[in-house]
């Protein structure tokens, strides 16, 4: 019960804390990144929604796979969750881009090199959008805490 308790906890926070620096780094995106202020919150703000995912993640599936909830058969058959799952996948897939191009900005400015900042329009529009994505992922999480999706009323 204990343990539920705080995995249930962490997972929420990770969320909190996630959707706060996905939509912080779409703003740091915006900022003139050749100012080294700007471009040092851009890699604040990912590298803490790379935690926060990280956590939201693995407490995730250690609630979905570590017998400590409903269990997988639940889940599996609820199409709430299936389309909160979906809307991870693609929150995922997205943050490729995010990944490689932030990473080589970070080699790029440990090496003292200026940067090539041309995608990060396109990268503050992926945060965005992921913002959005993590938003109705709460809207699913909630409708399946009141017994949505479980195909009994």
């Known amino acids: ?11 929420l926070l990770a969320l909190g804390i996630g959707l706060g620096a996905v939509w912080a780094r779409s703003r740091a995106l915006r ?3 050749e100012a080294r202020e700007n471009l040092q919150r851009v890699f604040l703000t990912d590298a803490l929604w790379g935690a926060a995912a ?7 599936l250690w609630r979905f796979l570590g ?10 058959q609820n199409h709430v ?3 909160k ?10 943050e490729v881009g995010p990944i490689v191009t932030l990473i080589r900005w970070r080699k790029t400015a440990a090496a003292g090199m200026p940067g090539d900042f041309r995608a990060a329009g396109r ?18 999480a909630t409708a399946m805490a009141r017994g949505l999706g479980a195909g009994s009323p």
């Open 85 to 94: 799952m979906a809307l991870l996948a693609l929150v995922l897939a997205l």
């Open 54 to 60: 990280f956590l939201w993640i693995s407490t995730g």
């Open 67 to 76: 017998g400590l909830e409903k269990g997988a058969e639940y889940y599996l």
């Open 81 to 83: 969750f299936l389309t």
């Open 31 to 33: 900022s003139p990144l």
């Open 123 to 140: 990268l503050a529009t992926i945060s965005s959008i992921q913002v959005w994505l993590i938003v109705l992922m709460v809207f699913a």
């Open 1 to 11: 019960m204990l343990l539920r308790w705080i995995l249930a906890a962490l997972h």
